[in-house]
């Protein structure tokens, strides 16, 4: 059974630009999170779904990040325009009805020039 | 701040020895998680622990969970190289988010 799926691993951009992370969770699971990890910050939620609907996205730095749900099996954050600050491990999890326990997928590591 | 503390931030022993790790927080919560997350990928769900006082096994590490449901522990008997790597506890509030600790990086030396 795959686990979750995040595309690209690794993603180096110029500041400005836009990028698109990609992540497909385990089927099944109808709750989505991505986070943000970083050496000086941690792990940090951004936004979570469940049901395709986005429930608190209260973690999300600021209007350049934005998240979608289009669909049970596909999730995308986009950083417009990205700066170097962005840059970080990004991450994203899935989780089953009922279920407190989060299965992470490889992340994406964004660095941003 | 962290909702979650963890102690010690570092943790460095040799094969063979053992160590535990702890995570305290002032808040209840429905549940709290240990993940161990290795460098270049994502954390890998350990075990949960819901009921207060609760004490789980799995091989060589024992999590227990404090009985005000406030802090946890994980041990580790006869730590191996394979242990090395970066533990998060992660407390979990009624509607499913986490909140991570910062983690203890434990380096097993052979």
């Known amino acids: 059974d795959a686990g979750v799926i995040q595309s690209p691993r690794h993603e180096v951009t110029e500041m400005g630009q836009e990028v698109t992370l990609r992540c497909k969770p385990i089927?099944?699971?109808?709750?989505l999170f991505w986070y943000r990890q970083t050496m000086m910050r941690g792990l940090e939620l951004l936004i979570y779904?469940?049901?395709?609907?986005?429930?608190?996205d209260s973690g999300m730095p600021e209007d350049r990040f934005s998240a979608k749900m289009p669909n049970a099996s596909f999730s995308t954050l986009k950083i417009q325009p990205s700066e170097p600050r962005d840059s970080a491990v990004y991450f994203c999890?899935?989780?089953?009805?009922?279920?407190?326990?989060?299965?992470f997928g490889p992340g994406t590591r964004l660095t941003v020039t | 701040t962290q909702l979650l503390e963890q102690s010690p931030q570092f943790l460095s022993i040799q094969e063979g020895e053992n160590l535990t790790v702890y995570c305290n927080s002032s808040?209840?919560?429905?549940?709290l998680q240990w993940y161990r997350q290795e460098p270049g990928e994502g954390p890998v769900l350990l075990v949960t622990?819901?009921?207060?006082?609760e004490v789980k096994k799995l091989k060589r590490l024992t999590f227990q969970f404090g009985d005000a449901r406030k802090d946890s522990s994980l041990h580790i008997t006869a730590a191996q190289p394979g242990d090395t790597g970066l533990y998060l506890c992660?407390?979990?509030?009624?509607?499913?988010?986490?909140?991570f600790g910062a983690g203890t990086t434990v380096t097993v030396r052979a």
């Open positions: 992660a407390g979990a509030t009624n509607d499913y988010k986490l909140s």
């Open positions: 089927s099944g699971h109808n709750s």
């Open positions: 622990v819901v009921t207060g006082g």
């Open positions: 779904f469940n049901n395709n609907v986005p429930i608190d």
């Open positions: 808040s209840v919560f429905s549940s």
């Open positions: 999890a899935s989780g089953g009805q009922g279920m407190y326990e989060q299965y």
